[in-house]
Antibody
Framework: EVQLVESGGGLVQPGGSLRLSCAAS????????MNWVRQAPGKGLEWVSY????????YYADSVKGRFTISRDNAKNSLYLQMNSLRAEDTAVYYC????????????????????WGQGTMVTVSS | EIVMTQSPATLSVSPGERATLSCRAS??????LAWYQQKPGQAPRLLIYGASTRATGIPARFSGSGSGTEFTLTISSLQSEDFAVYYC???????????FGQGTRLEIK
C-alpha cells in the first residue's frame, strides 16, 4: 500500500524549533518530488515547501522562507521539515504530499498535482 | 503570486442533484489545475488533475473543465459521501508557484 506517515508535531513555544518527519512506503520514494502543505485550524490549504527527487532543487513559500528547511533521505524513504523561529501563525496541521507522475511513451511527466497525502501532524505554537 | 478564487463559498444541494463549483485564477495557469476533496478530520484527496483528468479511482460523476483562468468542477448526481470541502489548486512549474483556492463547502440541502 502506498502510504505517507507524518510524525514530530506537538506544542512548542514561540521562537522554538520542531522537526517533522514523513515516512514513505509502498513506492519508490527516491523517484518522486515531495512537498509539505499545511492547514491552519478551520482554514484552507497552504503550500509550504517543495523538494525534487534528488534533493537538489528546493522551494519555499514566502511565509516560511529563511525559517524552515526541507530535506530528504532517500536511503531511509523519509522527508523532513526543520522548523525554526516558530510563530503563532505557523500553528497548523502539516501534511506531506507526493507529486504525482504520469508515464506516456516511456516519458515521465508531472501530474502538476499531489496524488498521495499523509494523515497530517499537528503543530501548535503557543506560550 | 497567482490568486485562486473559488465560488461560491458554500453550496447547498440535494442528494441526486448536480453541483457546479467554480475556480478562477488571477492569471492564466493553462491546464495546470487540480481539484481536491477534503472531509472533516481527513487529508485532502486528489479528484482531478490537468483540469479535466480524473485521478485513479475517482467516480465518473466527477468531471472537471476549463483552461486559462476559468475552471469548473461538476458532480453530476450527488451522493451522501460527496458532501465535503473542495479545493482547487494551481501549479506553475517554473518557478514553482503552488496556490490553493479558499475552498467551497458543499452541504446537504
Amino acid at each position: 500500500e502506498v502510504q505517507l506517515v507524518e510524525s514530530g508535531g506537538g506544542l512548542v513555544q514561540p521562537g522554538g524549533s520542531l522537526r517533522l518527519s514523513c515516512a514513505a512506503s509502498g513506492f519508490t520514494f527516491s523517484s518522486y518530488e515531495m512537498n509539505w502543505v499545511r492547514q491552519a485550524p478551520g482554514k484552507g490549504l497552504e503550500w509550504v515547501s517543495y523538494i525534487s527527487s534528488s534533493g537538489s532543487t528546493i522551494y519555499y513559500a514566502d511565509s516560511v522562507k529563511g525559517r524552515f528547511t526541507i530535506s530528504r533521505d532517500n536511503a531511509k524513504n523519509s522527508l523532513y521539515l526543520q522548523m525554526n523561529s516558530l510563530r503563532a501563525e505557523d500553528t497548523a496541521v502539516y501534511y506531506c504530499a507526493r507529486d504525482g507522475r504520469l508515464t506516456a511513451a516511456g516519458i515521465v511527466y508531472s501530474m502538476q498535482a499531489f496524488d498521495i497525502w499523509g494523515q497530517g501532524t499537528m503543530v501548535t505554537v503557543s506560550s | 503570486e497567482i490568486v485562486m478564487t473559488q465560488s461560491p463559498a458554500t453550496l447547498s444541494v440535494s442528494p441526486g442533484e448536480r453541483a457546479t463549483l467554480s475556480c478562477r485564477a488571477s492569471q492564466s495557469v493553462s491546464s495546470n489545475l487540480a481539484w481536491y476533496q477534503q472531509k472533516p478530520g481527513q487529508a485532502p484527496r486528489l479528484l482531478i488533475y490537468g483540469a479535466s483528468t480524473r485521478a485513479t479511482g475517482i467516480p465518473a460523476r466527477f468531471s472537471g473543465s476549463g483552461s486559462g483562468t476559468e475552471f469548473t468542477l461538476t458532480i453530476s448526481s450527488l451522493q451522501s459521501e460527496d458532501f465535503a470541502v473542495y479545493y482547487c489548486q494551481q501549479y506553475n512549474n517554473w518557478p514553482p508557484s503552488i496556490t490553493f483556492g479558499q475552498g467551497t463547502r458543499l452541504e446537504i440541502k
